[in-house]
C-alpha cells in the first residue's frame, strides 16, 4: 500500500458536507476514503445492510448440505443424483446472483 503523505484540504458547505458524510456513511467509508474512491474513478456503492451477510452464509450452509448428500447418495447409488446436481448448481447460481446484485466479492 503506497503511503499517504499528501494532505488535501478541501473546503465545503455544510450541506455538501453532511451530503458527503450521509453517502460515505451509507457506504460504509470514512469520508477520505470515499473521496478516494470517487477521484480514482470507483463506482462507489451503498453497503449491503446487515442480513446479506447472513442470507449469503445460509445459501452456502444449504449448499454444502446438498454437496454432502450428493456425495453420499453418489457413492451408495440411492438417490436420483441428477436432480441434486441440479439443486446444487442452483444453489450456487442463487449465491452468485446475491454477490453480483450488492457488489459483493465474497469467498
Known sequence: MAARNCRFELRLSKDEYY???RKAR???????????????????????SADVPLLIRE???VGSNINQ?????NARGLLEVPQL????ADN???E???SQA??????
Open 69 to 73: 448428500i450428493l456425495k453420499i447418495a
Open 26 to 48: 451509507k457506504a460504509g467509508l470514512t469520508t477520505a476514503a470515499f473521496v478516494r474512491m470517487a477521484v480514482a474513478g470507483k463506482e462507489v456503492m451503498e453497503a449491503p
Open 92 to 94: 450456487r447460481e442463487v
Open 102 to 107: 450488492y457488489g459483493l466479492a465474497w469467498r
Open 96 to 98: 452468485k446472483m446475491i
Open 85 to 88: 446436481k441440479k439443486a446444487l
Open 19 to 21: 451530503d458527503l458524510t
Open 59 to 61: 445459501v452456502r450452509r
